[in-house]
């Protein structure tokens, strides 16, 4: 691992931490201790001081975390302060749900084009958002900069879409359809896929019993 490269899992857990921290500094606390992140995040104490230590020494011991230090170091890390632009393909039930999502509340991404085939649709906006047809897709990525598309169109026309996103420059795709999509190997792909996740719960719900203090 490269020295300024952190495990996964850690990385996936940043966001949480970020959020977690904005908000205890907008109700006016000022520290935290590792064992009250916990109980917050659901992730054990030791979890949090091994994810930290990655970043060097930012807590005092007894004292537990500087609230606002930690959120700005986090912050900085994730890019906080960049607003991420982000395109949306398909503006279906999906598609519509997340554009009222709004991520900028949550996070440094927001969407800032959506695309359909839809002539319904297209040059409407959206929850804000301006509806394009599929053929000004390379044009406004690279007007707009952007790196991550949404994909939220029926699978059969995914792949297809993930090239055209690939060759506009995209570097990374929130796959909502179930085709695992083939890309090159400097594209990323994250697989949203709910129906799994429910599954997972239910088999959890069924199969595992929870140890006795929980
Ligand atoms: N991952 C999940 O948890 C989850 C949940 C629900 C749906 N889905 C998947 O998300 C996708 C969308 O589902 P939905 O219910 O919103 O469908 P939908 O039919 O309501 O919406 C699809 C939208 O894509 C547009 N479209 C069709 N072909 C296109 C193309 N070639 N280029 C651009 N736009 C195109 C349509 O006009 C429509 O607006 C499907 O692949 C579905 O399987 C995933």
């Known amino acids: 691992m490269a020295e300024h490269e952190i495990p996964r899992a850690t990385a996936k857990r940043l966001p949480i931490y970020y959020r977690y921290l904005k908000l205890l500094l907008d109700s006016g606390k000022t520290r935290v201790s590792s064992n009250e992140l916990a109980e917050a995040v659901k992730f054990d ?4 001081r091994r994810d930290f230590s990655y970043f060097g020494a930012l807590g005092k011991r007894g004292y537990g975390y500087d609230v606002e ?8 890390i994730l890019d906080q302060d960049t607003l991420e632009s982000v395109a949306l393909i398909g503006v279906g ?5 997340l554009l009222n999502f709004n991520f900028h509340q949550s996070s440094n991404a927001r969407i800032s084009a959506a695309f359909d085939v839809n002539e ?5 906006i959206q929850a804000g958002v301006p509806v394009y047809a599929m053929d000004d897709l390379e044009d406004q990525i690279a007007a707009q900069r952007i790196e991550v598309a949404i994909v939220t169109v029926p699978s059969a026309a995914a792949q297809e879409l993930a090239d055209r996103l690939a060759k506009a420059g995209v570097r990374g795709i ?3 359809t179930p085709l695992r999509l083939d890309v090159p190997a400097d594209v990323r792909v994250q697989n949203v896929d709910l129906t799994n996740e429910l599954q997972t719960l239910l088999y ?3 199969n595992v019993s929870l140890p006795a203090d929980k």
Not at 45 to 48: D, M, S
Not at 69 to 76: C, I, P, Q, V, Y
């Open 120 to 124: 319904d649709i297209i040059n409407s």
């Open 69 to 76: 230090a930690l959120m700005n170091f986090f912050g900085e």
């Open 93 to 97: 039930n999906l598609g519509q749900a």
């Open 174 to 176: 929130l796959n909502f």
């Open 204 to 206: 959890f719900i069924n």
């Open 45 to 48: 104490a030791a979890t949090i």
